[in-house]
């Protein structure tokens, strides 16, 4: 995400400014583990920046991910999202700053920060004269991790990658298999921290919800998620919470539920007979967040901005029959900071 709307969407940023201060938001999870000050962040930036020549990449990043929570890595194409990842698995050096896993410095000890990370990329680079089960064993042997073979048959069975497909050679494959491939080689080491890039990519509705649910559960086993996404109504499903890069830049680090505050809810309000409010007497009938977007004979839709309880209190003498809530979504709060990076 002057007249009036451009002066509503400035109030929106500086709320969402002042939200995002500490960095550290409540979280709405809770089945999710909690962390102590004596468990370092899964994931700490510190201060990373990112130039190629003139052209700045990534700029002054920090951001702590903590164990146990799946955090949505947002941002339009070209935002940074990729070269912060990169960074974290040390295959892009930053120009100035400082990455950890679980505290382990990503450059100074790469391999060993690595060794603790499950990663999906999102240009799989398969070698397509291989089978899909021949690819898993290879990279099987390059982690440190000894992989379960039962845990890996349960992937592949969520995955729905049957035995015939896995003899397949991968060259052969669908781009929507070589994505369900590659979620089982990620997730088969069962690795502390998993990065997903763009994870649901090519794959049909059932395989999103499939993986989905293999999300939630990993996170329910005390795994930590950082996951980059452009689709905003998958991050709003799993995400506990959301960083948003825009230009390089992160500009909003924030829970879905505390995202979601800082938009205005639609209330619809129905009424047995006609009740009279003429617009320039709006104030007068209606608290002061409230917002006329349209009256009629018998119905009012209204925007309101934080709680509803003084609006119930001034419809409490009015023939009130029924009441509609519209919850705001993620992308009423973030096409803000899109649309401001897409003009630029």
Not at 120 to 126: C, K, Q, R, S, V
């Amino acid at each position: 995400m002057p007249n009036s709307s451009s002066r509503r969407a400035t109030l929106s940023e500086e709320r969402v400014s002042q939200s995002i201060q500490g960095r550290v938001s409540s979280d709405p999870s809770l089945d999710r583990p909690a962390t102590t000050q004596n468990h370092p962040p899964a994931i700490q930036l510190q201060r990373i920046s990112k130039k190629y020549g003139s052209i700045a990449a990534v700029s002054d990043v920090s951001l702590d991910v903590q164990p146990g929570e799946i955090f949505g890595f947002l941002g339009l194409n070209g935002a940074g999202k990729t070269t912060s990842i990169r960074i974290i698995l040390d295959l892009v050096r930053p120009t100035s700053g400082s990455a950890r896993v679980f505290g382990i410095d990503c450059h100074r000890e790469s391999l060993a920060a690595r060794a603790r990370i499950g990663y999906l990329p999102g240009e799989l680079g398969f070698y397509g004269d291989m089978t899909g089960e021949a690819t898993l064993d290879l990279l099987a042997r390059l982690n440190d991790r000894v992989v379960d073979r039962v845990r890996r048959s349960e992937l592949i069975e969520r995955m729905q990658l049957s035995g015939r497909d896995l003899r397949r050679k991968v060259r052969d494959y669908s781009t929507g298999m070589k994505r369900k491939l590659g979620i089982v080689q990620a997730f088969q080491p069962d690795p502390p921290l998993l990065i997903l890039d763009e994870p649901t990519e090519g794959l049909d509705p059932l395989m999103q919800d499939a993986l989905y649910d293999l999300l939630l559960d990993t996170r329910r086993r005390g795994r930590t998620v950082f996951m980059s996404s452009h689709v905003l109504s998958e991050v709003e499903r799993v995400c506990d919470r959301i960083g948003l890069l825009r230009r390089g830049e992160l500009v909003l680090v924030s829970s879905v539920p505390d995202v979601r505050n800082m938009a205005a809810r639609q209330i619809r309000v129905l009424f047995r007979e006609h009740v009279e409010l003429e617009p320039g007497a709006s104030r007068d009938r209606l608290p002061d967040n409230c917002e006329v977007i349209e009256i009629a004979s018998r119905t009012w839709t209204l925007r309101v901005r934080g709680i509803i309880g003084p609006l119930l209190a001034r419809l409490a003498g009015l023939p009130v029959e029924d009441i509609e809530v519209r919850e705001p979504h993620l992308e009423e709060v973030l096409k803000t900071y899109y649309k401001d990076e897409a003009s630029r």
